[in-house]
């Protein structure tokens, strides 16, 4: 198997755990006697936590070989998962939630992503990367559709064998500890890679370091609005506001994960005729205005029509942000710059889920989901303004003369108008 399969494996088997562990983990909670507004905090917590591990990873792990990292952050998911099968009260359900892995999302929002990003980059360039990051997108979303539809097995099993439902999901925590040793094993056979013997630069960013900055304050934009309508607490509010058990939400989060996947096939696809930036916010501002649309619907068909074609738009912006990142910077910036933009990501997600769960609990209208849409809605219209004309080298066309000058640095090419 090579580097490259191992990666994506060890994305499929954690899409798979999240899928099944963000429509669970509220439906947990509230059965623990927790309020909306504690589960709220538990999500906050996780992407706290996930924030804090990536931006260490950033900042220390570029001394440090891959494949320890990854293990590492294995172990952590196994004692995550072990955590919190065995706890039942609301502090200590936090700590595990901040120290360790859980992804109440349903995408990828972990202390594994910017190593995995960074490897993945440092192995294709141009065009086949976006395809590359597209496939490697796409494996994790359509496991983490399966793992939503494994989220009916605690009610199936509860029913068929009268195991107590709380039991029945704590059987999925365990499961997916052992996930985390599937992923081990992949990992165990990437290659060593020695340390770096050199001093430790005062900054891992170069003449790329503004350029990352504002970058990274857009995409946390974007995830602060994104906090407001992860998986979780979309599958509360559904529970709330029309009584829809865990099997049906499964389902719809099924063919919502499956719609996410393909997209990111097609994203690669625009992308190679409009270009990256054009791509991540022509897609995502049609899907942010559907955000705004469900609520008013009174209808769950209406509901559900509008979320599935959402989540054919929303996550084209997945691949495509990931290849632009690793465009615009020089190969040394890379690791760097894929901590810089994400951490800054998890930690403002992690402030909506608390206020999401709040309003949750004054209302079932839906106002998570209209606050979550207007954000995401400024931030495509910020990024477009300000990054249209930042423009990857493989973007621009042999024998295009630009009527104005040029800047190129790290394989981009920056029109000045």
Known sequence: MTDLNR??????????????????????LLGLGLSPFQVGLV???????????????????????????LLAASALMAFTGLGIASLETFWPLMLVALVGTLNPSGGDVSVFMPVEHAMLASNVEGQRRTAVFARYSLTGTLSAAFGSLAAALPGLTASTWGIAPQTAIKAMFILYALLALVMATLYRGLPRR???????????????????????????????GGGFVVQSLVALWLYQRFGLSIEVAGSIFFWAGVLTAFSYLLAARIA???????????????SSLCLIAIPFCTDLAYVVAL????????????PTRSSYVMAIV??????????????????????????????LGVSTFGWPLIVGGALKIVYDILLLVMFSRVRPAEE?????????????????QTRLR
């Open 396 to 412: 621009i066309t042999p024998g295009e003369v630009p009527a104005t000058p040029t800047t190129v640095h790290a394989g981009t």
């Open 330 to 359: 020089s190969p040394a910036e890379r690791a760097a710059a894929a901590s810089v933009t994400s951490v800054p990501r998890s930690l403002a997600a992690a402030a909506s889920p608390a206020l999401a769960g709040y309003l």
């Open 7 to 28: 990666l994506i494996a060890a994305k499929a088997v954690r899409g798979f755990g999240d899928g099944f562990v963000s429509l669970l983990l509220p439906i947990y």
């Open 43 to 69: 999500a906050t917590a996780t992407l706290l936590g996930s924030g804090i591990l990536t931006m260490l990873i950033g900042v220390h792990g570029a001394r440090y070989d891959n494949r320890p990292l």
């Open 307 to 318: 979320l599935l074609f959402r989540s054919a738009l929303s996550q084209m912006d997945v």
């Open 194 to 224: 020695p340390p770096t013997r050199s001093p430790e630069p005062k900054s891992a960013l170069g003449i790329s370091r503004k350029r990352v900055f504002v970058l990274a304050a857009l995409f946390s934009l974007d995830a602060f």
């Open 272 to 286: 190679s005729h409009i270009g990256l930036v054009r791509t991540m916010v022509y897609t995502h501002l049609p």
